[in-house]
C-alpha cells in the first residue's frame, strides 16, 4: 500500500455510516491504509453532530480532518447533516465527502448544493473500495487542511 513521507500524518477521519456492514468494510479498508486513520464512526447524523460538537459523552471528542458522510440514514440523513455541518462556523471547514450507493444525479447536485467537497458512489467489491480510499487517503494526505 501507499505509504505517507516522513513529515505526512494519517488524515483523521470520522465516518457516519448507518449500516454495520459497511462500516466494517470501511473501518477495515482504512486499517489497512497508512494515510488515514479512522477516529471514531457515528452510526448516524445526530450522533455525528454531537462528537463533532463534543456534547454528553464525545467532550474529548478528536476533531477529523475529513467527514466520510452516507446519505441514507435515519434520524436526520445526509443532506440534513450536510447543512448543519455548512451552517455551523466552527465545523464548515472540515471537508465533507459523501461516500453513498447512490448514483443519482439529483443527489449529486444536492450534496454539492449543501457543501460537500466529493460524492464518491461506494465501489461494489473491497479491494475497489480499497483503492478508493487509498486514492482518497494520498489526496486527503497531502491536502492543506484548516484547523480548529
Known amino acids: 500500500m501507499y505509504a505517507q513521507t516522513a513529515n505526512q500524518r494519517p488524515a483523521q477521519v470520522l465516518l457516519v ?6 462500516a466494517v468494510l470501511v473501518e477495515n479498508a482504512v486499517g489497512k ?12 447524523g445526530e ?8 456534547e454528553g459523552n464525545f467532550k474529548n471528542a478528536q476533531r477529523p480532518d475529513v467527514i466520510l ?8 440523513n445526509g443532506f ?14 472540515i471537508p465533507v465527502i459523501v461516500l ?19 460524492f464518491i458512489t461506494k465501489p461494489a467489491s473491497f479491494d475497489e473500495l480499497l483503492r478508493t480510499l487509498e486514492d482518497f487517503g494520498r489526496y486527503w494526505g497531502n491536502a492543506k487542511l484548516a484547523t480548529a
Not at 450522533?47 to 463534543?54: D, G, N, Q
Not at 453513498?100 to 466529493?118: C, H, N, P
Open 33 to 44: 491504509l497508512d494515510l488515514l486513520e479512522l477516529v471514531h464512526t457515528a452510526e448516524d
Open 69 to 76: 458522510l452516507d446519505l441514507n440514514m435515519p434520524k436526520m
Open 17 to 22: 455510516e448507518d449500516s454495520r456492514t459497511q
Open 80 to 93: 440534513e447533516v450536510l447543512e448543519e455541518l455548512k451552517s455551523d462556523e466552527s465545523l464548515r471547514g
Open 47 to 54: 450522533k455525528a453532530l454531537a462528537y463533532l460538537r463534543k
Open 100 to 118: 453513498t450507493t447512490s448514483e443519482l444525479k439529483e443527489d449529486i447536485a444536492k450534496a454539492y448544493e449543501r457543501g460537500a467537497s466529493t
